[in-house]
């Protein structure tokens, strides 16, 4: 399958040759106000376990692909907007940067028509937060329009409305697909392909989709995943506005430093416990469950293949851990390695996605299987979704535990690992665990 690929610069800027990126520390600003002064723009947030924030709106120039070889076509756009950049403003400022994502696969999906299957862009206006302090960007058709607009976004930021409490919208409708019944049916398929060595792994998915009387504002999600989901990846990813894709993630893909890749298998799950004895006591069943290690073992095991072709120094835990989050636990290997000198971060993301932790192994027989099963397209659910910026750094994080919310629909996804000894029951109850936080982020608990 061939590639295409489409560019658009914003609307304001359509003969836009070298733009301009200012850069300042400023005083604190609330990424919320940000985002709430771009509201009806393309928006984009982020936030790390440690704290760090990249809250962003409005298009300097949008990067659209599709196609087999999408990651790599949009490597090459983006290498060319990143370089054709001027900055000025703080010498010591961090780098201009595009934000994004992909779809999990080439698939056309109900109600994603508003991503691309590969979508990045350039905002107009980036905040920034990190150990060194507070950063605003702007990029503009040269310094004169990017000096107005740095001082005008200053201004409207401060007049921007404080995050308090809002009216939870009100569930009109409430639809599970597939309903319990025909997920158990998929489940005992798939375990039958898989004592027939058509595969060893795959993982199935569900959504539930909520129609409310009112749209959902993602701005009140993210600051509940926020406040709840401190251990994980909050983002928001809205390239067409009233179009916003946000979750909070514990899986790292590729996260890249210099030459620096910090990656992870997360397969194996189980809720949390009522008592901190009942915790322990489910902790010590997940970490002892030849189920779980084995579905956990064919994630390592496929990223440390494909980090051959790419790295070297690759070191991982000898055995996994536990992540542990507010409603459930993982069993969790970091993976490190030292990237070989012509690998980016795009190839990274190119060779793991899909890891077996969300589609299976062997990948394409596995791939075959969900399409076979699955009764929807999962769009940008367990798909890279993160930032490059103009040094080669990034960081994608694969886009679990997350939703699709369009004017007053909402669309939730989950998933579970499937291997030979595999019970539906306790599959459905674990991809219920989790739907969890994103119900609860929207006021609605299961």
Not at 141 to 156: F, G, I, P, Y
Not at 280 to 292: G, P, Q, T, V, Y
Not at 401 to 414: G, K, M, N, W
Request: one cysteine or more; proline letters at 7%; a neutral charge.
């Amino acid at each position: 399958m061939t590639s295409h690929l489409s560019t658009r610069q914003g609307g304001r800027f359509p003969n836009l040759n070298t733009p301009v990126v200012l850069t300042r520390r400023c005083a604190p600003i609330a990424p919320h106000a940000l985002l709430h002064v771009g509201k009806g723009h393309a928006r984009f947030f982020w936030q790390t376990p440690q704290g760090q924030t990249v809250a962003a709106f409005g298009v300097m120039h949008r990067l659209q692909t599709r196609g087999a070889d999408r990651f790599v076509h949009m490597a090459a756009a983006a290498q060319n907007v990143l370089a054709n950049l001027r900055t000025t403003g703080a010498p010591d400022a961090p780098a201009p940067l595009l934000v994004g994502g992909f779809a999990f696969d080439n698939r056309q999906a109900y109600g994603w028509e508003g991503f691309a299957p590969a979508d990045f862009i350039l905002p107009r206006v980036v905040l920034r937060t990190d150990e060194r302090g507070t950063w605003l960007s702007v990029c503009a058709e040269d310094e004169t329009k990017a000096e107005k607009l740095w001082q005008a976004v200053v201004e409207a930021v401060h007049r921007a409305p404080a995050v308090g409490a809002t009216t939870l919208p009100r569930i009109q409708h409430e639809t599970r697909a597939p309903d319990e019944h025909t997920w158990r049916e998929m489940v005992q398929q798939a375990i039958e392909s898989i004592r027939a060595d058509v595969v060893q792994k795959v993982v199935l998915a569900r959504t539930c989709r909520v129609q409310t009387n009112a749209p959902v504002d993602p701005l009140a999600a993210l600051a509940r995943l926020q406040a709840r989901y401190q251990g994980c990846f909050i983002f928001l990813v809205e390239p067409t506005p009233g179009h916003a894709f946000f979750g909070a993630t514990p899986e790292i893909l590729a996260d890249v430093q210099g030459t620096t890749l910090r990656t992870m298998a997360l397969a194996g799950s189980i809720g949390r416990g009522a008592t901190p004895e009942e915790d322990a006591a489910r902790a010590a069943e997940l970490l002892n469950s030849a189920k779980d290690r084995r579905e956990h073992a064919f994630v390592v095991q496929a990223i440390l293949r494909h980090l051959r072709h790419l790295a070297h120094d690759i070191t991982s835990a000898p055995a996994p851990s536990l992540l542990r989050l507010p409603n459930i636990q993982h069993l969790h290997t970091p993976i490190t390695a030292t990237l070989n000198a012509d690998v980016r971060i795009w190839d990274v993301v190119a060779h793991l996605h899909p890891t077996p932790a969300v589609g299976g192994v062997p990948r394409e027989r596995a791939l075959a299987l969900i399409h076979e099963l699955e009764p929807f397209a999962r769009g940008w659910y367990a798909a890279p979704v993160g930032w490059v910026d103009a040094e080669g750094d990034g960081t994608f994080v694969v886009a679990i535990r997350s939703a699709l919310a369009v004017a007053r629909t909402l669309t939730l996804y989950a998933g579970a690992g499937i291997v030979a000894d595999s019970d539906p029951q306790r599959e459905w109850h674990e991809t219920g665990l989790k739907f969890r936080p994103l119900l609860e982020a929207i006021g609605i608990h299961s």
